[in-house]
């Protein structure tokens, strides 16, 4: 693993005035405007948002000294402020920006400020499936040797410059999660993660993106100013790995595979349902994952892949057993089974916000009985066909409990050209209470083992703030029925 160095960050944005764009309620913007106060600029936050909305924000920035313009985006501000720095959610084509852009204006966000001052090792995941749950099982195993680890990056709770304070000048390794977002500022920072992991692509945020290609480019920063001396982790079953190669990354690659990797590739692999090492011929046998398959289900191996290869990169003294893996935690919202008694299981998948996630979830809880579905969304111009007929194959239509939205339409539309439904399509419901009230009837006429699985594989923003939203108001609709 790389040393770390000790330099002295206070006031490097002595003198500078610094635009915060976009306060947001997830905690990024909090954290980049008490950071940059911190650290000497003079900070003015704009968020189209009302104060209402964003109360919680701007109670937790009471005691900082900053200026708020809320409620629109004033063009001067983007001219007369020195810095930029954007909000994951703000793309890049805004108007405002090309306002700053034309000015000379320098932009970034709290990830290339991040990796601009940070000293820290870090290990950064990014992909469309399993970031965050790869993220959060690095930590937790690294832990073992480095008890002060935390997962941060792309989180609400330890956002990429709260992470910064916290690490700062201390020897503690930076496990980051990286949304395509926060990449698409990164190459200018000047450094790269040690130790960078792409997942998988699947398509997400065509809304944002110009296609698939565009989205999978933005991934790919990640690895942009790596060195010869780092590591990139890449998912040898995914197509996209081969996009990524094309572009001769200077670190040195491994692979993760579900199936024995070809000779001469080094990375980690299964073989007879054990985990392999393989680096320059020589193979290591580590642990049986059959149990943590079975529980978990073979998307969740391809996380416990990645993590266990950036363990075995960063650190070989951090030993991984089958004990270890067997207790790793679910993360919040990501199949997180919220209640169980009896013959009754329910599971918040809420981050699931497209149709791979669902179509993931489907294949862990069909077998233990009965599916009750609770799903639908906003779209983010992505295809609903493949989830269609997995919902026809394992989901019976009166199992079926839709949540209205743009997406949702676009589900229907697939469900009835895959002539899923008989007669008439299914009720849309208005309300995520209608949808809880109406998955717990259902229950009630099925016999044996049943799952509420509410995956809406979509967004959430026509209903909610964000999928954690989204979710925490979910978990609240079935702690008041399940008491």
């Known amino acids: 693993m790389k040393k770390m160095a000790k330099k002295n960050t206070a006031k490097i944005f002595g003198g500078t005035k610094a635009l915060v764009m976009g306060l947001g309620l997830h905690g990024g913007g909090v954290a980049t405007t008490k950071w940059l106060v911190k650290h000497g600029a003079t900070v003015t936050a704009t968020d189209k948002r009302t104060k209402e909305v964003l109360a919680p924000s701007l109670k937790a920035l009471k005691s900082t000294k900053a200026t708020f313009v809320l409620g629109e985006h004033r063009k001067k501000d983007f001219e007369q402020n020195d810095l930029i720095v954007v909000n994951p959610g703000v793309p890049r084509e805004s108007e405002y920006l090309a306002v700053a852009k034309k000015a000379g204006k320098r932009i970034e966000n709290d990830a290339s400020l991040f990796f601009r001052f940070t000293d820290n090792p870090v290990i950064a995941v990014t992909g469309t499936r399993g970031k965050t749950t790869t993220t959060l099982w690095i930590a937790e195993l690294l832990k073992k040797k480095y008890p002060h680890v935390l997962p941060s990056g792309n989180t609400p709770e330890n956002a990429f410059l709260k992470e910064f304070e916290r690490v700062q000048g201390k020897d503690i390794p930076v496990v980051a999660e990286m949304s395509s977002w926060q990449l698409e500022y990164l190459p200018i920072a000047g450094s790269a993660p040690h130790i960078a992991i792409i997942t998988n692509i699947y398509p997400d945020h065509l809304n944002r993106y110009k296609g698939i290609k565009d989205y999978a480019n933005a991934k790919a920063n990640i690895f942009h100013d790596q060195h010869e001396d780092d590591f990139l982790v890449l998912n040898y079953d995914n197509e996209w790995t081969k996009h990524f190669l094309t572009k001769r990354p200077k670190s040195i690659p491994f692979f993760t595979s579900v199936k024995s990797l070809p000779k001469g590739v080094n990375g980690l692999f299964v073989r007879a349902e054990h985990l392999v090492f393989r680096f320059d011929d020589t193979e290591q046998k580590l642990f049986s994952i059959k149990r ?192």
Do not use: W
């Open 292 to 483: 943590f398959t079975s529980e978990r289900g073979v998307h969740n191996l391809e996380n416990l892949l990645g993590a266990v290869l950036a363990i075995k990169l960063f650190d070989s003294e951090v030993v991984v057993t089958e004990k270890d893996v067997l207790g790793l935690p679910t993360p919040t919202m990501r199949q997180e089974v919220i209640y169980k008694k009896g013959k009754l299981t329910v599971v918040n998948d809420s981050c699931a916000t497209s149709p791979d996630g669902t179509i993931a979830a489907i294949e862990r809880f069909r077998k233990p009985g009965n599916i009750v579905l609770m799903c639908g969304g906003t779209d983010k111009e992505l295809e609903f066909s493949l989830l269609a007929a997995k919902i026809k194959k394992y989901i019976p239509r009166e199992q079926l409990v839709l949540l209205e939205g743009s997406a949702t339409k676009k589900l229907i539309a697939e469900l009835v050209s895959q002539k899923y439904f008989k007669g008439h399509a299914q009720e849309i419901h208005t309300s995520l209470a209608s949808c809880v009230d109406c998955a717990l009837a259902v229950t009630k006429t099925l016999k044996g083992k049943t799952t509420i699985l509410f995956s809406p594989g979509a967004a959430s923003f026509e209903k909610f703030l964000h999928e954690f939203d989204r979710g925490e108001k979910f978990n609240v609709l079935i702690k008041k029925l399940l008491k």
